[in-house]
């Protein structure tokens, strides 16, 4: 896979699971996150360039989970190495300060192994 990404990033060793914030579907779970983008494993291809609203949740400092939304725009969409998966490469258009605070923590404590 070539590299598309601009910040540093975490692998979810915990399946984290994403859904579709507009209509409430599954739309897949995060292979990996950064501050400003992430990696979907997904069923279905993404739409070629186009916009999202998920939800997900992140443990925070205590280790609670916290209710993540973050608007998201479609980069890339290749299939993956399992059959009948892909990955989607998104990059984040809309996120609040709280909810940034909580991916940037997350990666924090990632770095350190503390989570």
């Known amino acids: 896979m070539a590299e598309h990404r601009r910040a540093p990033r975490r692998r979810a060793e ?4 994403v859904t579709n914030a507009i209509t409430g579907e599954p739309a897949g779970r ?3 996150l950064s501050i400003d983008g992430m990696m979907l494993v997904t069923e279905r291809p993404a739409r070629e360039n186009a916009l999202y609203q998920f939800a997900f949740q992140l443990p925070d400092e205590r280790g609670r989970l916290q209710p993540v939304e973050i608007g998201m725009h479609e980069q890339w969409t290749e299939a993956a190495s399992v059959p009948g998966q892909h990955w989607i490469g998104l990059r ?3 996120v609040s300060p709280e909810d ?3 991916v940037k923590g997350w990666l924090e404590r ?3 192994g503390r989570d």
């Open 110 to 112: 990632g770095r350190h």
């Open 100 to 102: 940034q605070a909580l």
């Open 14 to 17: 915990e399946v984290i699971q």
């Open 30 to 32: 995060i292979g990996n």
């Open 92 to 94: 984040f258009i809309d």
